[in-house]
T-cell receptor, first 113, second 116 residues
């Protein structure tokens, strides 16, 4: 069975500092990997996704993620955080068949001024 | 264009009552998904519809939960004899295709269900 682990429940970062959110997955084949963001009271918005090819993926809002097969990881990064990045971030893995997503527990990001 | 819409946005019900939650997917999207977001269980897959194929119901937690999709568009999630543990935010998503395409899933704002 596929699973996703986000080790950090909360992260606090200063505005302008860099951010890295960790994601580890367990899946028996080449995974389809996603990062979603959920702002308070809003639905999930896709930041980026990886299916194949270049292991460094660029997304919206200045985010990027790197797929590392050897470490079963898909960590999300942003070089300089803005106050508007305060939200909860979810990593997810999808199967090719049906594409139902399995989500990690989420990481809540707080941004200090 | 319009995104995925869900109604109602909030629903408060009494234990034992039945509830219906509605999802309008993005026009032209053939795949539709229901997920549940709760404090104890996080985000969980419930059910998936793809075109005219039989739905994947593997995530439904009990036989009190059912869903249908009429005309390949609107979907209704029904919870019978609601229990307090059903309290959660129910999220609907749609994608242009399902199956092997791994198309992006676009999520609606959710319905917050509270069972008293």
């Amino acid at each position: 069975a596929q699973s996703v682990t986000q080790p950090d429940i909360h992260i606090t970062v200063s505005e302008g500092a860099s951010l890295e959110l960790r994601c580890n997955y367990s899946y028996g084949a080449t995974p389809y990997l996603f990062w979603y963001v959920q702002s308070p009271g809003q639905g999930l918005q896709l930041l980026l996704k990886y299916f194949s090819g270049d292991t460094l993926v660029q997304g919206i809002k200045g985010f990027e993620a790197e797929f590392k097969r050897s470490q079963s990881s898909f960590n999300l990064r942003k070089p300089s955080v803005h106050w508007s990045d305060a939200a909860e971030y979810f990593c997810a893995v999808g199967k090719a068949a049906g594409n139902k997503l399995t989500f990690g527990g989420g990481t809540r990001v707080l941004v200090k001024p | 264009g319009a995104g995925v819409s869900q109604s109602p946005s909030n629903k408060v019900t009494e234990k034992g009552k039945d509830v219906e939650l509605r999802c309008d997917p993005i026009s032209g999207h053939t795949a539709l998904y229901w997920y549940r977001q709760s404090l104890g269980q996080g985000l969980e897959f419930l059910i998936y519809f793809q075109g005219n194929s039989a739905p994947d119901k593997s995530g439904l937690p009990s036989d009190r939960f059912s869903a249908e999709r009429t005309g390949g568009s609107v979907s209704t999630l029904t919870i019978q004899r609601t229990q307090q543990e059903d309290s959660a935010v129910y999220l609907c998503a749609s994608s242009r295709r399902g199956g092997r395409s791994a198309d992006t899933q676009y999520f609606g704002p959710g319905t917050r269900l509270t069972v008293l």
